[in-house]
């Protein structure tokens, strides 16, 4: 049973540009409503899918940027992650942690969306042993 996301922006038209631009998201479906906003666009990334609305603050539909931030992490992982983070960053995208090899075996990178969502972008470079990223997460945090 996959999860596919269902994100809130302000702005859905320009957050689907956006979405297209920094990961090569293709448009399947939408949903407008007589007001003229978008209760869904559907979009496929990679083979993943991704649901994105306007806000309905009069249903409590709400984007991160009226809520005050986000609580979520939606994570790519891709072939080239140098290349796919550099896309997003060129597409309006705000870096919170550059690229990185970390610990358990990722390129890792994180950036915030224009709309305030967060993504994590990894490319998978070396195999670790589940004890080691134990270990190298306990001195991590310690």
Same mark, same amino acid.
């Given at each position: 049973?996959?999860?596919?996301?269902?994100?809130?922006?302000?702005?859905?038209?320009?957050? @689907?540009?956006?979405?297209? &631009?920094?990961?090569?998201?293709? =448009? !399947?479906?939408?949903?407008?409503?007589? &007001?003229?906003?978008?209760?869904?666009?559907?979009?496929?990334?990679?083979?993943?899918?991704?649901?994105?609305? &306007? =806000?309905?603050?009069?249903?409590?539909?709400?984007?991160?940027? $009226?809520? *005050? *931030? $986000?609580?979520? @992490?939606?994570? !790519?992982?891709?072939?080239?992650?140098?290349?796919?983070?550099?896309?997003?960053?060129?597409?309006?995208?705000?870096? /919170?942690?550059?690229?990185?090899?970390?610990? #358990?075996?990722?390129?890792?990178?994180?950036?915030?969306?224009?709309?305030?969502? /967060? #993504?994590?972008v990894s490319q998978h470079v070396r195999d670790v042993g589940h004890d080691e990223i134990v270990a190298a997460a306990a001195r991590a945090f310690a």
């Amino acid at each position: 049973m996959p999860i596919t996301p269902h994100i809130v922006v302000q702005g859905a038209e320009s957050a @689907v540009a956006f979405y297209r &631009d920094a990961f090569g998201a293709e =448009e !399947l479906d939408r949903i407008p409503t007589p &007001d003229g906003r978008l209760m869904s666009v559907q979009l496929r990334i990679s083979d993943g899918m991704l649901h994105v609305a &306007d =806000e309905f603050p009069e249903m409590g539909v709400l984007a991160p940027s $009226t809520i *005050g *931030g $986000t609580a979520v @992490v939606l994570s !790519l992982e891709v072939a080239d992650a140098e290349a796919v983070f550099a896309q997003a960053i060129a597409a309006g995208g705000q870096v /919170r942690q550059p690229l990185h090899e970390m610990f #358990w075996g990722d390129l890792h990178g994180q950036l915030d969306d224009p709309y305030g969502h /967060r #993504w994590n972008v990894s490319q998978h470079v070396r195999d670790v042993g589940h004890d080691e990223i134990v270990a190298a997460a306990a001195r991590a945090f310690a």
